[in-house]
């Protein structure tokens, strides 16, 4: 079983990204959600903290391993902070962690060092897709075998950074499976679209990509000609939008807290009101649950339980709900302020109800 206590390196890896998600990205969150950018030094000090490094081996340029528990640690810390701010940072992650998992020995030697070893770079990935009923499990965006490769088609939508992206892995149906496939910008037949207007996230740039006929090589397809497995791709990316879903949670229950804890209505601080105390306590209990339930399911990844999908899954459907709930009620704890743009409680519960459909904006 799993320890609810962090080895002395996540400490410090946790303390640092917390100090970052604090004094940087919380401390920009609101311009930058005004202005729908965010400053590039912002996002280099993100990565200069050296998370993603931290879990590539040293034989690809980095200097750790992965390991899922970690990974939804630092999760939290940084969409502690902020949501977009925080994805932005991981972006890189949505390509190099797939490649980490089930990239062929090729694929990790030629992409991962220059990525790890070098400032932050747009590389990104295409999963979500613009229909109802979509379905990481069963995508409308195909590949065919062509000859020596293969010819991608469909539409993609939420994908970070798609217009200056270096490369990105486009996930298409191959038959009845789900696969990744290395596509370079510029690719004949790629096109990026205009930029997703989204009700959260502003700052974080979201795109839709079309595919028209875009020829990849066999030695392009994630894994090599082989190809791989998707479920531990689809696990890792669960978990991270899980973690980031409870870290912004956290966030707006404890804003919300100390607002009642401080303001005075009619003589009597906010939070001494009944209802507003019972509140606060259910939005800190869910958070608490949810968190249980997801290092469990962390640790199940990391020690190669067959349940652990499962587990992924539930953990991610959890923390979408509770996110919801968490930071509706901080509004509602903060009354007519929680309404005013100046607070960030309504930025938190715009950004918190991405999360029943942005599953593959983060891998970790």
């Not at 270096?166 to 789900?178: H, K, S």
């Not at 979408?320 to 709930?325: F, H, I, T, V």
Request: glycine share 10%.
């Amino acid at each position: 079983m799993y320890s609810f206590e962090p080895t002395e390196e996540q400490q410090m890896l946790l303390d640092t990204i917390n100090r970052y998600a604090v004094n940087d990205l919380r401390a920009q969150a609101y311009d930058a959600d005004e202005a729908g950018e965010l400053p590039a030094r912002l996002i280099e000090k993100g990565w200069e903290l050296g998370f993603l490094q931290a879990s590539i081996p040293e034989a690809y340029g980095g200097f750790g391993d992965r390991s899922a528990v970690t990974g939804v640690l630092a999760a939290e810390e940084f969409a502690y902070g902020d949501l977009a701010g925080g994805l932005a940072v991981l972006t890189p992650g949505l390509f190099a962690t797939p490649i980490l998992l089930a990239g062929s020995e090729e694929q990790k030697q030629k992409y991962l060092p220059p990525m790890v070893e070098a400032e932050w770079q747009p590389f990104t990935a295409a999963l979500i897709e613009p229909s109802f009923d979509f379905d990481p499990l069963d995508l409308h965006t195909t590949a065919v075998e062509d000859g020596d490769g293969y010819v991608l088609n469909g539409v993609k939508m939420y994908v970070p950074y798609a217009s200056t992206a270096e490369a990105m892995i486009v996930y298409a149906r191959l038959g009845d499976q789900t696969q990744g496939f290395i596509v370079e910008k510029d690719a004949p037949g790629l096109k990026v679209g205009e930029r997703d207007k989204t009700l959260g996230v502003y700052a974080l740039p979201l795109y839709r990509v079309h595919l028209e006929g875009v020829r990849v090589a066999k030695s392009d397809r994630l894994g090599g000609a082989e190809g791989h497995e998707f479920a531990p791709i689809l696990d890792a990316s669960r978990l991270a939008m899980a973690a980031m879903a409870i870290g912004l949670s956290r966030g707006a229950m404890e804003y919300a807290r100390d607002y009642a804890k401080e303001r005075d209505v009619f003589g009597v601080k906010v939070a001494q009101k009944q209802a507003i105390a019972f509140m606060l306590a259910e939005m800190a209990t869910e958070i608490e649950a949810i968190r249980c339930l997801l290092w469990e399911a962390a640790w199940m990844v990391d020690s190669g339980k067959p349940e652990a999908s499962k587990f992924a899954y539930l953990a991610l459907t959890g923390a979408a709900d509770a996110a919801m709930m968490v930071t509706d009620r901080a509004v509602q704890v903060l009354g007519g302020h929680g309404y005013i743009r100046e607070f960030p409680v309504e930025r938190w519960m715009r950004n918190g109800r991405g999360f029943a459909m942005l599953n593959g904006l983060v891998v970790i």
